[in-house]
């Protein structure tokens, strides 16, 4: 879990952190509700964790909520049998 | 009667939420025709007020230029007020046609066809041209119209960083599976007033075999030397494989916006652009002046030229009172506060000295980015410019802003 958590936690600075931004994101930072991720572009993080985990995971699913820390979105990837 | 009390308490719930979000949009009167000085009654209720305009888009100073106004008046008394129709059963007249093929020449493209807003003409584009199949690569900032077009659209979407060139090819590399790939951007960026890397956007869309796609709102009429737009000012005229601009900003100011670029693009868009098969057409009084407008930015540079100027002069002004904007090129200029209530106080302070301006906050702007946009017109004169510029020093000076940059700024009143 804890290395799931790095991963997906790389991926989010690398993939919406700005070069000289000076936000930090931990695995407890809210993402969308912090205005570090909008809904318009999770859908590279959604995809991302598909692919990775050999996962699907439906849009009902893929709600702000569940994509709003690292923590919830190692949960969600576990939920639907992500290892 | 179906709009029980429950229900009414629902949303009058949802409207306190909103209100106490410091969400709440209020309008504001102008008892003037648009210009760069108009009349406000604010708040609602008090005698209307003479202040000087800082954020409209009327970038040209077009939106009551007499000779547009004229146009607007013949066309009323020639094509009639409305055609109370589709443009494709009985709603086109030989003037829309006549303007769809102006814009072409002006935006340099192929073909053009109409919308009755840009938002409209960004709401349907997608849907008309991609599949399943394709993918659209998206500027993290562009406008929130393009985020729904894109969202009605069943090909896949994904997005670059902010003007992020790196970003944007490796989603590119990414992507080389679809069959088409778009890349999307605006041309400058409402919020920030920067512009986009076009050269470097159309060079990548070459090297990947991808479109390109250009929402010129905030520049036709006045970036690049002779005012055709983004592209021109990137030295990428007549590359843009989809070009959407609006009639509401630089153009005239009244309302509608089009789909201009490759011929089979635009004809999709007029077979399957939902938008356009069912809205009225534009209405011809619009097609009028809107052709008028096209005549004076065939004949002359001169108002792009002195929005120029004025761009240059108020970006200069403001950097010398000490105020900490956002630069580049364009006639939008953001002057950064950072915090949302501070930018709130300054707008209100900036109308008790006679300049209207609007604070932007979260979730307008990402957090923490709180601003004052200003706008540029050609329509201000510097005497119009030296007074906001005395205001914005006067209200900086009572806030104790002068002279900060972003990190004193968030020192002082946080994010």
């Known amino acids: 879990m804890d290395e799931m958590k790095q991963v997906v936690l790389e991926y989010v600075r690398r993939e919406y952190l700005e070069e000289d931004d000076d936000r930090e994101v931990e695995v407890d930072t809210p993402l969308i509700s912090g205005g570090i ?23 009902a699913d893929a709600s702000p909520e569940a994509f709003d820390t690292v923590e919830s979105i190692v949960v969600l990837v576990q939920r639907f049998g992500g290892k | 009667m179906s709009y029980s009390n429950t229900t009414r ?28 000085e108009i009349e406000v009654e604010y708040p609602k209720g008090a005698t209307p007020k003479r202040v000087i305009n800082m954020c409209a888009n009327n970038y040209l100073g077009l939106s009551s230029h007499p000779e547009v106004v004229q146009a607007a008046h013949a066309g009323l008394d020639h094509r009639g007020y409305g055609m109370s129709s589709v443009r494709f059963i009985c709603g086109t007249q030989d003037i829309h046609r006549e303007l769809e093929q102006r814009l072409t020449e002006f935006l340099g493209t192929e073909d053009t066809l109409l919308f009755p807003s840009c938002m409209d003409a960004n709401a349907g584009v997608f849907e008309a041209i991609l599949g399943e199949q394709d993918v659209m690569i998206a500027d993290r900032l562009v406008h929130a119209s393009i985020v729904d077009g894109m969202r009605l659209c069943k090909a896949m979407n994904d997005t670059y960083k902010h003007s992020d060139m790196g970003h944007l090819e490796e989603k590119l590399q990414e992507h080389q599976d679809k069959r088409f790939r778009v890349i999307v951007t605006d041309g400058v960026f409402s919020m920030d007033g920067d512009v986009a890397k076009m050269d470097e956007i159309v060079a990548l869309a070459e090297k990947y075999d991808a479109m390109t796609f250009l929402d010129d709102s905030h520049a036709s009429g006045f970036m690049g030397k002779t005012g055709r737009g983004t592209h021109e000012h990137c030295g990428v005229f007549g590359k843009i494989d989809i070009i959407t601009t609006t009639l509401g900003k630089g153009l005239g100011g009244a309302s509608g916006g089009c789909v201009s670029g490759r011929r089979e693009l ?150």
């Open chain 2, 266 to 415: 635009v004809e999709m868009c007029r077979q399957r652009a939902r938008p356009y098969l069912f809205s009225n057409t534009v209405a011809p009084v619009i097609v009028s002046g809107a052709l008028k407008v096209m005549d004076l930015l065939f004949s002359s540079t001169e108002r792009r030229d002195k929005l120029e100027w004025n761009t240059e002069y108020w970006r200069k002004g403001l950097i010398e009172t000490g105020l900490d904007i956002k630069n580049g090129d364009s006639p939008i200029v953001p002057v950064m506060l950072y915090n949302a209530k501070l930018a709130q106080d300054f707008a209100k302070d900036l109308f008790a000295e006679g300049v209207y301006a609007v604070g932007f906050f979260f979730p307008v702007v990402p957090k923490g980015q709180a601003r004052i946009r200003t706008q540029l017109s050609a329509a201000h004169d510097k005497a119009h410019l030296d007074v906001a510029l005395a205001a914005f020093r006067k209200v900086g000076e009572k806030h104790g802003i002068l002279g900060l940059g972003k990190k004193d700024l968030v020192a002082k009143f946080g994010l």
């Open chain 2, 9 to 36: 308490r629902h949303f009058a719930c949802e409207l306190e939420s909103v209100r106490e979000a410091g969400l709440f949009k209020e309008e504001r009167y102008i008892h003037a025709p648009q210009g760069a």
């Open chain 1, 37 to 59: 991720v909008d809904s318009f572009s999770m859908v590279s993080l959604k995809r991302f964790l598909e692919k990775k985990y050999g996962i699907q995971i439906p849009d």
